[in-house]
């Protein structure tokens, strides 16, 4: 019985964050729509940006860190919780050995792609006022990459529902995926 509720308690975790994944999911197709018009950035190109553009600029660089932790912290350490197949600890293991048992489960097609989407997150939270070259090339990084962490979050959802069995008592139908742009 406690073992039934423990699993229902990953689920529900691991819906959750599904739902928190789509919703900004849904921000980052209309920040998309918005910045789409100027993009891919130039140096040119950004000293002409109004305040209005560089707020969607803003926000699409939150969105897409946030996206990427939300995925990376607790979406991938989730799935290996409630395929119950591993001998250890989702939550204890190193994140280079969540990527490599995604990896192996075909989960996830490359670790190395990841690890290269990390990258690009973490040079939006480096500050380079002084060499704005960098600032754009970083801009310009995100914004051609997001469709591969919206591609790797539809396959993992697409795994989820063919892997994973849901308790028949759990509605899903918040749990769709929306489309990006």
Same mark, same amino acid.
């Given at each position: 019985?406690?073992?039934?509720?423990?699993?229902?308690?990953?689920?529900?975790?691991?819906?959750?964050?599904?739902?928190?994944?789509?919703?900004?999911?849904?921000? *980052?197709? !209309? &920040?998309?729509?918005? +910045?789409?018009? %100027?993009?891919? =950035?130039?140096?040119?190109?950004?000293? $002409? @940006?109004?305040?209005?553009? *560089?707020? !969607? &600029?803003?926000?699409? +660089?939150?969105? %897409?860190?946030? =996206?990427?932790?939300?995925?990376?912290? $607790? @979406?991938?350490?989730?799935? *290996?919780?409630?395929?119950?197949?591993?001998?250890?600890?989702?939550?204890?293991?190193?994140?280079?050995?969540?990527?490599?048992?995604?990896?192996?489960?075909?989960?996830?097609?490359?670790?190395?792609?990841?690890?290269?989407?990390?990258?690009?997150?973490?040079?939006?939270?480096?500050?380079?006022?002084?060499?704005?070259?960098?600032?754009?090339?970083?801009?310009?990084?995100?914004?051609?990459?997001?469709?591969?962490?919206?591609?790797?979050?539809?396959?993992?959802?697409?795994?989820?529902?063919?892997?994973?069995?849901?308790?028949?008592?759990?509605?899903?139908?918040?749990?769709?995926?929306?489309?990006?742009?």
């Amino acid at each position: 019985m406690e073992k039934d509720y423990n699993k229902n308690i990953s689920i529900l975790k691991l819906l959750n964050t599904f739902k928190e994944c789509n919703g900004n999911i849904v921000q *980052l197709s !209309f &920040i998309i729509s918005k +910045i789409d018009l %100027f993009m891919p =950035l130039t140096i040119e190109k950004y000293d $002409k @940006l109004t305040s209005y553009d *560089l707020v !969607f &600029i803003d926000a699409f +660089i939150f969105r %897409f860190i946030k =996206l990427q932790d939300i995925m990376g912290e $607790k @979406l991938f350490r989730l799935i *290996l919780d409630n395929l119950k197949e591993n001998d250890v600890n989702p939550y204890y293991m190193p994140f280079i050995d969540v990527l490599n048992k995604l990896e192996k489960y075909k989960i996830i097609n490359s670790t190395d792609e990841w690890l290269d989407l990390r990258k690009i997150r973490n040079s939006f939270t480096h500050e380079y006022p002084e060499d704005l070259s960098k600032r754009i090339d970083a801009l310009n990084a995100g914004f051609n990459h997001i469709y591969n962490i919206y591609n790797i979050y539809a396959e993992i959802k697409n795994y989820t529902e063919k892997n994973i069995l849901i308790p028949y008592e759990i509605d899903i139908s918040d749990y769709k995926t929306p489309k990006l742009n």
